[in-house]
């Protein structure tokens, strides 16, 4: 059995490993999304979680880890006249990316189909995280079906498979530990939301505190054992606080004033989720527990906001992301010394309105004043290393919006969601489920396979898009002005984009030259920094530009993606590829000619001002096959719109 490097021995990490405590009093908070960099102990606290925690009674091989109390009634294990329930482990159940929609939900039990001829369930992923953690590394990668599904489950804590002749419901109350890299992609914002708790994670900057990491690695590396005896006491006594805070959850009471500050603090910082005021009711409630305290205090609540609120905040676009802590303290501050009640005897409460008075409104600006983002946090307990990490502080990119997935569904990919199995004798994917179920349906009695059963699947995947915009940065044209609109659509485009899955690329042509200034990406911080300072005049070296692009859209051609080129010029090119003596307009329609034989879908934005106009941009646009577009007063939102409409 592999050894587990000890959750106790995790040096710093503070607020990770509280909000790893808090899901394990109280499973029903949701679980907790870690973001970070490669190399901060993002698995390797999930995964230490796990092995302390108490453990829970389970009957010895039930695939369903059935609660002895209220067993499955399908679960031959649980019904059995013998089943006798034992102490086990809580289920850590890894989920891949990869995983099959079956492997998850569960499908046909294949071995007494084959033996018995008769159809019964063969539980799934979810079915072996009941009652435990389901583990997924890299959860912004995870396909789109596989996502849906964890949402539906996640909702009711039943999953739920009805087809190929299969109907049965069953549990699945599962605590969700995602890890993710935020520069390979964001997260949809409903599985976001799903996550009770949100942590940003980095490897310390301090260098005593990266030794002593690296000295218990290495111990840890050289002697499983030996380091896994040190580490247990320390251990033990996390999982007996963990088992008493469970224990005494139930007695932990909110003031009637709490109450009212948990939905304030929801409110003034715009956080569009109720689950958000569930979860930090729950989450404060488990921190009082922890502490062994029956009264949940405003400093509770304060520290459970911190990693309940950032990513469920409704942000405008670009505004720093986490929460002003000095409105944050404020609130707090206010809700520790609450006014006293009216008294009766008043004639006039302070919050009546006399007639002839106008109460006071605070404005907009008021509500919305905010300052810079700071650190802090409640901390749970210290470390095991020479100093302390400080809380780290949430963030969240993420924004609310009713779009999200993929624009456009594609049937028959070889990855993606299995819609149905239709019959066919030379089967590209073998619907296994489906082929066995016709053969037994067609000779019961002497169950054999012919070519006549064989079925194949239908699977559907969304498809995103990769839009290339090449963008004229030469001194033909308003340069400056132009490249300030491309800003403001980049990143209005992206925006949307991670929640659609598209990618932005920008090639920006200048001088003697073109540069891919913005590689394909849905990162907001990304292009932000990239598009910070482009250098504008010169030359217009457009046949650079259309073979850059060529072959950008060449190599993203192989991830699925729809590729969508767009255009902004007038089409003057006076540098030439190669040679200085040929033709660089030539050369430009020879370019846009490929373009167009590649099948590439185009969009070409005239920028000509000038008086006498030479019509380059709509040639250019003809030989691209590309629609084309005069823009001499487009702004970057009907720049966006424009797009927008061609992607669908």
């Known amino acids: 059995m592999k050894q587990i490097y000890p959750f106790a021995a995790i040096v710093g ?41 108490p453990p829970i009674r389970r009957v010895p091989g039930c695939a369903f880890n059935c609660d002895p109390a209220s067993p499955l009634p399908e679960c031959s294990c649980c019904q059995g006249e013998h089943a ?44 072996n995280a009941h009652r435990g953690l389901l583990y997924i590394d890299e959860v912004n990668l995870l396909a789109d079906h596989l996502v849906d599904v964890l949402l539906d489950v996640a909702a009711m804590g039943v999953n739920t498979v009805q087809r190929e002749g299969l109907s049965i419901s069953h549990p699945a109350r599962i605590t969700l530990l995602g890890t993710m890299n935020q520069e390979e992609g964001e997260l949809r914002p409903q599985l976001l939301d799903r ?64 109450f009212d500050f948990i939905s304030q603090l929801c409110c003034e910082f715009e956080v569009a989720s109720l689950r958000a005021d569930i979860v930090l009711h729950k989450a404060a409630r488990a921190l009082a ?60 409460p302070a919050t009546e309105q006399q007639p002839g008075e106008q109460q006071d409104t605070p404005t907009d600006d008021e509500q919305d004043e905010s300052s ?66 016709h053969a037994i349906q067609r000779n019961p009695a002497e169950f054999a396979v012919t070519r006549a059963d064989l079925h194949d699947k239908v699977r559907t995947a969304k498809q995103g898009n990769l839009i290339v915009l090449v963008v004229d940065a030469s001194g033909s044209m308003a340069a400056q002005q132009r490249m300030e609109q491309v800003k403001g659509t980049v990143l209005s485009l992206l925006q949307d984009a991670y929640q659609r899955r598209d990618q932005i690329a920008v090639i920006a042509f200048r001088g003697r ?16 920094q990239a598009l910070h300072t482009l250098p504008t005049g010169g030359r217009t070296p457009l046949p650079h530009a259309l073979q850059l692009a060529a072959a950008t859209l060449g190599r993203q051609g192989a991830q699925g993606l729809s590729p969508l080129l767009v255009l902004l010029s007038d089409g003057r090119a006076n540098v030439a590829l190669g040679e200085d003596h040929a033709d660089p307009w030539q050369q430009s329609l020879q370019l846009a ?27 250019l646009a003809q030989a691209m096959r590309a629609e084309y577009l005069p823009c001499e007063q487009l702004s970057s939102e009907q720049l966006t719109i424009t797009i927008q409409a061609r992607l669908g």
């Not at 394909?520 to 932000?528: D, F, G, K, M, N």
């Not at 099948?599 to 380059?616: F, H, N, S």
């Open 513 to 528: 030259q073109a540069e891919l200034v913005l590689p394909p990406t849905r990162q907001v911080e990304q292009a932000e």
């Open 84 to 127: 006798v329930a034992d102490d086990a482990a809580v289920p850590f159940v890894n989920l891949p990316l990869g995983a099959s929609e079956d492997r998850v939900l569960g499908s046909l039990d294949f071995e007494q189909a084959l033996k018995q001829a008769r159809q019964a369930f063969k539980p799934g992923l979810l079915a």
């Open 289 to 348: 527990a922890l502490d062994a305290r029956a009264q949940v205090s405003a400093e509770d609540i304060r520290t459970a906001a911190m990693l309940v609120l950032p990513h469920r905040r409704r942000r405008k676009p670009f505004e720093q992301s986490g929460l002003d802590q000095d409105k944050l303290d404020e609130l707090t501050q206010q809700a520790q010394n609450p006014p006293p009640p009216a008294s009766a005897a008043d004639n006039t």
């Open 195 to 258: 996550f009770g708790l949100m942590v940003d994670v980095s490897a310390p900057r301090d260098a005593a505190i990266r030794s002593e990491v690296v000295r218990r690695r290495l111990a840890f590396e050289a002697d499983p054992q030996a380091f896994a005896a040190h580490w247990q006491a320390e251990g033990s006594a996390l999982q007996e606080q963990i088992r008493q805070a469970q224990a005494m959850l139930a007695t932990v009471t909110v003031s009637e004033h709490l």
């Open 593 to 619: 000619g490929e373009l167009a034989d590649a099948a590439i879908p185009a969009l070409v934005l005239d920028t000509e001002q000038a008086y006498v106009k030479l019509g380059r941009a709509r040639e």
């Open 13 to 53: 990490q503070q607020q990770l490993k509280q909000a790893l405590l808090l899901c394990a009093v109280d499973p029903s908070i949701g679980g907790v999304l870690i973001r970070g960099d490669k190399g901060s102990a993002k698995s390797t606290a999930a995964r230490g979680l796990a092995a302390i925690l």
């Open 372 to 437: 810079p983002p700071d650190n802090g946090g409640e901390q749970l307990f210290a470390a095991h290393a020479p100093q302390d990490i400080g809380t780290i502080r949430l963030a969240s990119h993420s924004s609310y919006s009713e779009a999200s997935g993929r624009r456009s569904t594609v049937l028959n990919a070889r990855r993606g969601h299995s819609v149905r199995a239709v019959p066919n004798a030379q089967p590209q994917a073998l619907a296994l489920d489906a082929t066995l179920r």
